[in-house]
């Protein structure tokens, strides 16, 4: 079991760029979260889905962020345009219904948006 | 809302020393409790967690915790810290049998001297 991928592993951008940032949850979990790891705010749900349905986006900060699910197998975040206060790591974590095996997490994205 | 609270935010000890990390949670139902811990530069990964049963839960790297549902408390213990144990550490809760949003405390860094 390769875990919960995630890419890239870093991405230093420049302000006003568009950031794509993808991942490949564990094989038969049917929920996806990410997050993002800041000093100031710790970690932050951004979205949820489950069975690839977008459940609950209140953790989005705002409309420059979107993230999509097309298949069971892959989702992205998407940053359009980047702030420099977008800058932190962002991590996906999957599970399978119930939590029953915890929630695994990827390695992350660590974002520099300059 | 449910939140979920750390009461130490940095905890210095020497190697030996014994643990006590606290966590309460506000949520009144039955819930998923869970402890994660990162090392520095690296992801999140589980150290144990609770759904039912034996409120004494033994985990990895001779780390256990205690639920306490009349305290809403899920403290984490370990009685001989080791300087690999540096790291900072999560509690996070989960609603039981809905596989929703995961919240995390706000983290405790843990700082072993040799």
């Known amino acids: 079991d390769a875990g919960v991928i995630q890419s890239p592993r870093h991405e230093v951008t420049e302000m006003g760029q568009e950031v794509t940032l993808r991942c490949k949850p564990i094989?038969?979990?049917?929920?996806l979260f990410w997050y993002r790891q800041t000093m100031m705010r710790g970690l932050e749900l951004l979205i949820y889905?489950?069975?690839?349905?977008?459940?609950?986006d209140s953790g989005m900060p705002e409309d420059r962020f979107s993230a999509k699910m097309p298949n069971a197998s892959f989702s992205t975040l998407k940053i359009q345009p980047s702030e420099p206060r977008d800058s932190a790591v962002y991590f996906c974590a999957s599970t399978a219904t119930g939590g029953g095996y915890g929630y695994t997490f990827g390695s992350g994205t660590r974002l520099t948006v300059v | 809302a449910q939140s979920v609270s750390q009461h130490n935010h940095h905890v210095i000890l020497s190697e030996a020393a014994s643990l006590e990390l606290g966590c309460n949670y506000s949520y009144g139902g039955t819930v998923n409790l869970f402890w994660y811990v990162q090392y520095p530069g690296q992801h999140l990964q589980l150290l144990l967690k609770?759904?039912?049963?034996?409120?004494l839960v033994k985990g990895i790297k001779g780390f256990e915790a205690e639920f306490i549902k009349s305290k809403f408390s899920f403290n984490l213990r370990k009685p001989s810290v080791q300087w690999s144990d540096t790291a900072e550490y999560f509690c996070a809760v989960t609603l039981s049998g809905n596989t929703g949003k995961l919240i995390f405390g706000q983290g405790t860094t843990l700082q072993v001297k040799p």
């Open positions: 889905f489950n069975n690839n349905v977008p459940i609950d």
């Open positions: 094989s038969g979990h049917n929920s």
């Open positions: 609770y759904f039912s049963g034996d409120p």
